[in-house]
């Protein structure tokens, strides 16, 4: 069974209905990072590189490629600290929210068959899950508000 599970998850990772296709759209990381600071507020390097597991190069180089695209911007902290925060930029948040909207029509594609109460349950198995895996590792992903799961996903 588990290997079977395993497998169902290689495919999802790699099929590709609901993103990036040959240059269109925006890179998997940069979806990632705007997510993320659209969620949670701003947030300095060394956060997203610790809310991501990722070395504070890698991190570096990506939001790089955002700040250039104008979809962040660096800004004081709002709490006074010394760090400098990023924050995502009206452009940005544009842009991300026309990328999720490219994103839905493609499940949209993949899920025109099923009913209302089968997309429920995809969804709550799939929030479970990704609840599990935040349990194990120690480290929870914030969800905003979110009108199919009737509030806030926990």
């Known amino acids: 069974m588990l290997e079977g599970i395993e497998r169902e998850l290689m495919l999802i990772a790699r099929h590709h209905v609901m993103g990036k296709r040959r240059g269109d759209g925006m890179e998997r990381s940069a979806y990632l990072l705007l ?14 590189a610790e809310a991501f597991r990722l070395d ?5 180089r990506q939001v790089a490629a955002l700040l250039r695209a104008g979809d962040a911007e660096r800004i004081a ?4 600290g010394l760090a400098r925060k990023l924050r995502i930029t009206a452009e ?3 842009r991300l929210a026309g990328e999720r909207e490219t994103h839905c ?3 949209e594609r993949v899920l025109a068959s ?15 899950f990704n609840l ?14 979110d009108a199919v799961g009737g509030g806030v996903v926990r």
């Open 35 to 48: 997510t993320r600071l659209e969620v949670e507020g701003p947030m300095t390097i060394g956060q997203l």
């Open 56 to 60: 504070t190069s890698t991190v570096n």
């Open 77 to 80: 902290d709002p709490a006074g």
């Open 92 to 94: 940005g948040a544009g």
């Open 105 to 107: 029509r493609g499940l």
């Open 114 to 128: 099923w009913g209302d109460g089968e997309r429920q349950e995809l969804y709550a198995v799939l929030t479970r």
């Open 132 to 145: 599990s895996v935040e349990e194990v590792e120690g480290r929870e992903w914030p969800r905003a508000s």
